[in-house]
């Protein structure tokens, strides 16, 4: 996917009576990030989305809510991106057995999932950007056992 121009739309409250929907509107590609709704929203969010970032956690909301997110996402593609044991493809990944039988429901759904080797290095990049481990835990239980 290439844009000349871009909308990023985070799913916190801080576009709320905004009125900027026309102009997020008004670009070439809309990349929104989360389950946040647009419907009812949409004079202050948009209407459209290009792209949609979802992280592994709202994957349950996004079940119970399918009617309101997929079914009227006609044209989105979807990315979906956690740690690998929730995107395994070994019958043991809970988001990819959510994705797969999603989309046996949803034939025309886009979903795409980050592989592991894509979330190390992007992991690797946050840590690089913000100076933050984003696994602090992960992190500090690795070092020990070096």
Request: proline share 3%.
């Amino acid at each position: 996917m290439y844009c000349r121009d871009c909308a990023l739309v985070t799913s916190s409250g801080h576009l709320l009576h905004s009125r900027q929907g026309s102009q997020i509107d008004q670009t070439e590609c809309v990349v929104r990030m989360n389950d946040a709704p647009t419907r009812g929203y949409g004079r202050d969010v948009g209407n459209r989305t290009s792209l949609r970032v979802i992280a592994h956690s709202s994957i349950q909301r996004i079940l119970r809510n399918r009617h309101d997110l997929l079914n009227v996402s006609q044209g989105t593609v979807f990315i979906f991106w956690g740690p690998s044991s929730y995107m395994r493809r070994d019958g043991k990944g809970q988001v990819y057995n959510n994705l797969h039988l999603l989309s046996q429901v949803l034939p025309r759904l886009k979903a795409f999932m980050i592989t592991r080797h894509k979330m190390l290095q992007f992991d690797e990049l946050f840590k690089q950007e913000t100076g933050k481990d984003r696994y602090p835990t992960l992190g500090s239980a690795l070092a020990g056992l070096q």
